[in-house]
């Protein structure tokens, strides 16, 4: 079985510039979700990928988006930059209509914006 | 989703039993109680979910008591490698909100 896998591990970007992050989901899974976590804190929801469809967002506004692949694998894009982007970008998944909120996370990307 | 509240930070000994409580006042009755362990540059990491009563697995348990406007973590015989930063999630979908959890400091 494969686990939830994320890249790239590192990237640093200036303000301004656009930035893509991919997620490959745990086999089996069909539900994928990203989050922010800021330094010190805990991760904030972005939003979820069921279906290749967003199925629910969070407080981020909308030059966050993302994409879900027929494979269940994702992407989430940030556009415009700013400095306080620079945070650990997490990608969970899970399977829909299984136990609630019992997610698989990756490792993360840790996004730096100069 | 309901708001949930646990200590900021807890210290214990190799070998001691941790018990790390989450308050959730408002959970709704399709609501499961979810705690999750984080290393620092880390992915979360599920660690047991319940609805009431208690549950128990290789690595902790759950107690829920019968209001299930609460819940206590309880980690036995702790390691070194078992600090961490713990989070206790209420949520009925899979819509995860996270608090800034209880950072757990176990010391030799």
């Known amino acids: 079985e494969t686990g939830v896998t994320q890249s790239p591990t590192h990237l640093i970007k200036t303000r301004g510039q656009q930035v893509t992050l991919r997620c490959s989901s745990q086999?089996?899974?069909?539900?994928v979700s990203w989050y922010q976590q800021a330094l010190g804190q805990g991760p904030q929801f972005i939003f979820q990928y069921y279906r290749e469809e967003e199925n629910g967002r969070g407080n981020f506004p909308p030059r966050f988006s993302g994409l879900q692949f027929p494979n269940y694998s994702s992407e989430l894009n940030v556009n415009a930059l700013e400095l306080d982007d620079s945070a650990l970008y997490l990608c969970?998944?899970?399977?829909?209509?299984?136990?609630?909120?019992?997610?698989?996370f990756g490792p993360g990307t840790r996004l730096t914006v100069l | 989703l309901a708001k949930t509240t646990q200590p900021i930070s807890m210290d214990s000994y190799e070998g001691q039993e941790v018990n790390i409580t989450c308050s959730h006042n408002?959970?709704?009755?399709?609501?499961?109680i979810t705690w999750y362990q984080q290393f620092p540059s880390q992915g979360p990491r599920f660690i047991i979910q319940g609805y009431k009563t208690k549950v128990t697995n290789e690595v902790a348990s759950l107690f829920i008591p019968a209001d299930r406007k609460s819940s206590t973590l309880s980690l036995p015989r702790v390691s070194l490698s078992d600090t961490a930063v713990y989070y206790c999630?209420?949520?009925?979908?899979?819509?995860?909100?996270f608090g800034a959890g209880t950072r757990l400091f176990v010391k030799a």
């Open positions: 408002n959970i709704a009755t399709n609501d499961y």
């Open positions: 969970a998944s899970s399977l829909a209509g299984g136990t609630p909120n019992e997610q698989f």
């Open positions: 999630l209420v949520a009925g979908g899979f819509k995860t909100i």
């Open positions: 086999s089996g899974h069909n539900t």
